[in-house]
Every structure is written in C-alpha cells, then in structure tokens.
C-alpha cells in the first residue's frame, strides 16, 4: 500500500520540482539584467560627468585667455557660465578665477582713473597756455576792436547799415575770443564790451528793417516770377519774338505782309517781359511800311503793344 501511494504522488512532486526550477532560473535573468542596467546607466551617467567636466574646464580656460587679452567683461561672462556647469571638485579654481578677474577689473579702474587725470592735468595745462596766448594777444586785439568800433560808427552815420554790421561782427567775435579767460574780468574788456553792446543796439533795429524790406522784395519777385511766366522763346533764325510775330499776324489788316526787321532781347520789367520789335507791313492804304512797337509779354502772351 505504502509503494502504491507513492507511485500515485510522482506526477506532482515533478511539476513542484519544475517550478522551482523554473522560478530559480528566472531570477537568475532578472538578476543579469539588473546587473546589465545598472551598468548602462552607471556608462551614461559618467559620460554625461565628463562632458559637463570638459565644458567647465573649457569655459575656465576662455576666462584664463580673456583676462590675458583685457576682455575683462567677457571674462566675467565666461566665469559665470562656468559656475553653471562645473561640479563642486572644480570650486577652488573657479574661486580662484573670480579673484583673477577681480584683481584685474581692479587694475583696469585704476589705470582707467590715472588716463583720465592725466588727460585732465593735460587738458589744464593747454587751457593754461591758451589763455597766456590770448592774454599776450589782447594789447592787439583791443586796438583792432577800437578801430572797427569807430569804423561802425562812420558807416551808421552814413546809413551804410550792412557795412557797419560788418564792422561790429568782427568787434563781437574778437571779444569773444576771451570769454573763457581772465581778460574778461579787465576793466578795458568789459569797457570795449560795453561800446560794441552799444552799437550793436543802435545798429540792429535798422537792420531789421532792412531784413523786412528785403523778404518784402523777396515776396514781390516770386510774385511776379510766377506772373510774368517763361521768357519768350527767340528765333535762332532771325532772332523775332515767336509770341510777338504769332500776336502781329492775329491782329494785323494783311498777315501775309509780314517781314520781320530786328527784335530787341526779352527784358524782365516787374510782372512782365519787355520786347522792342521792326517789321515791315501794309498799311490801309496797301504800302509797305516800317513800324517799331513795344510789346509787354505775360506768359508768352502780347498784353499790350505800343507802336513807337
């Protein structure tokens, strides 16, 4: 009974041993490939350390190569991108870096603040030998600002008004000559000062009368530019007036006795355009007479005609 019984549990006991088999195996795999996981992702992740490593140290040379080169803003520019991407192993030299750039920024201030006072002290002591020029100068200059004063003064008696303002320009500028100098605060300055302020305020209301009188004249020759019109073409044949010919057919008894003599050039005359014209013509009496008349021409048209 006991061998029977056994007989009777063979099939199961081999699949018990199949599974446990099977389940081994199994976790044999799962363990290979965890192992094969852990691996790829240990590659990628110290593949992606190096290249962050080589971009930190590549921005750390360019700050190293600007500062070398003075770039100092580029310099900066790269230390900070660095701090971006360099691990905390590379800390110490990117502290380092920062106090290279400092040092440097520093220096260039300085040199900066040393340029400027040195071009400044340069500066004052043109302005200084400029002024010892003008002040040498002055002797002269007032001498020829006296006598351009006196000379406006003959000039506005004489109502010669632009000829003076001539005259008091040149006294102006050559006191201006001195406004940043000493020779300002003189008494014989500020008294050649005062006659040509004088001058001038006599002299300028003329010469706005003048400025007036003259955009006046202005005004009227553009008017009458526009209302006089073209000049009047000219025969290069026989040198007659076409306008003046075309007017003399329409208004004469016998057209076809026309014979052009001599025409004077065109003349502007105020609104119009001056033409003094022989010809020969029939008169009633069917002879062939000369005529002279004078001809006023507006837009190439005869407006009036007066035999002479």
């Not at 195996?25 to 490593?53: D, K, T």
């Not at 100068?137 to 004063?149: D, G, H, R, V, W």
């Not at 002299?203 to 400025?211: E, G, M, N, T, Y």
Request: glycine share 6%.
């Amino acid at each position: 009974m006991f061998k029977h019984a056994a007989a009777s549990e063979g099939p199961g006991l081999e699949q018990k041993r199949w599974r446990v088999r099977e389940g081994t195996l199994l976790a044999s795999i799962g363990g290979v490939v965890s192992v094969v996981a852990i691996a790829l992702a240990f590659r990628a992740s110290h593949a992606e350390a190096v290249s962050a490593l080589n971009a930190c140290q590549h921005d750390e040379h360019a700050v190293g190569t600007q500062v070398a080169e003075g770039k100092l803003r580029g310099a900066r520019l790269s230390l900070s991108w660095a701090r971006g991407k360099c691990p905390e192993t590379e800390l110490g030299t990117l502290t380092d870096l920062d106090r290279t750039v400092s040092e440097a920024e520093h220096a260039a201030t300085e040199a900066e603040a040393a340029r400027l006072d040195a071009a400044a002290g340069a500066g004052r002591i043109a302005s200084e030998e400029k002024e010892r020029a003008l002040i040498e100068t002055f002797p002269t200059k007032a001498n020829e600002i006296t006598a351009n004063s006196k000379r406006a003064r003959v000039e506005m008696n004489a109502g010669r008004w632009v000829s003076a303002n001539s005259l008091v320009s040149l006294a102006e500028a050559d006191l201006a000559e001195f406004d940043d100098t000493s020779v300002k605060t003189t008494k014989e300055w500020s008294d050649l000062n005062a006659a040509v302020v004088a001058l001038r305020q006599k002299l300028q209301p003329q010469l706005d009368r003048i400025a007036v009188r003259e955009d006046a004249e202005r005004r009227a020759s553009a008017s009458s530019d526009a209302e006089r019109g073209p000049e009047p073409k000219v025969s290069a044949w026989d040198g007659s007036v076409r306008c003046v010919e075309r007017y003399l057919k329409e208004t004469m008894n016998d057209p076809g006795s026309y014979q052009h003599v001599s025409s004077t050039a065109p003349v502007a005359v105020g609104p119009s355009w001056i033409v003094v014209s022989r010809f020969r013509a029939k008169n009633g009496f069917g002879a062939l007479t000369v005529h002279q008349a004078r001809f006023e021409i507006q837009r190439d048209q005869v407006v009036d005609m007066e035999e002479q």
